[in-house]
């Protein structure tokens, strides 16, 4: 992949063939850990506005054996966990360059996240008074707001001592914050 001989056609090849050996990985039933980092690998999906990681059903027939007497547990075993943008942006960071290759990326995953927005300045999105009571604002001002008010509104959550995943307000924050940013 380094070589310049090598032209996109092969290169292209190559990435092929190194999806066709993830692809058959994840298809088996065995369970595969990261040589690296330890995690299990199984397959990778984006649903709507998030990340699952489903392990494979070697580890479902764990957890099926596992709760086999227990009734409250077995609806949300089936259920692949969600992959939060810290956990994500933490995986880009230990890929190696050697990994970025193969998959035939010109630059590091991680820089495909985004961690900044930039806002214009107040002349570009000015908010306009309407006979003198209602407010007018443009489109990129509503959402910045969106995404202001979502991301204190969480910040808050957390400074009171609540995890993202496990309360249902912070979770509403994050899902809402998630869906502002990418919209």
């Given amino acids: ?21 993830c692809n058959a990985m994840t298809a088996t039933h065995k369970m595969k850990l990261c040589s690296r980092c330890g995690y299990i690998n199984g397959m990778v999906k984006k649903v709507s506005m998030k990340i699952t990681h489903e ?10 054996n596992a709760v086999a007497g227990k009734k409250d547990v077995k609806g949300s075993i089936n259920v692949p966990p969600e992959l939060d943008s810290k956990t994500i942006y933490s995986l880009f960071m230990r ?18 996240l985004v961690t900044c927005i930039p806002v214009p300045p107040m002349a570009i999105c000015p908010s306009v008074l309407l006979d003198g009571v209602k407010s007018e604002e443009n489109d990129i001002t509503v959402r910045l707001k969106w995404i202001i008010e979502a991301n204190l509104s969480l910040q808050e959550e957390i400074s009171n001592g609540s995890h993202p995943s ?18």
């Fill in 1 to 21: 992949m380094r070589s310049m001989k090598l032209d996109h056609l092969k290169k292209s090849e190559v990435l092929k063939e190194v999806n066709k050996k």
């Fill in 55 to 64: 392990y494979g059903s070697l580890l479902l027939d764990e957890c099926h």
């Fill in 95 to 112: 890929m190696t360059d050697e990994d970025c290759e193969l998959l035939y990326l010109n630059d590091r995953p991680e820089k495909f």
């Fill in 166 to 183: 496990k309360t249902l307000a912070c979770h509403y924050f994050y899902e809402f914050l998630s869906y502002s940013r990418s919209t």
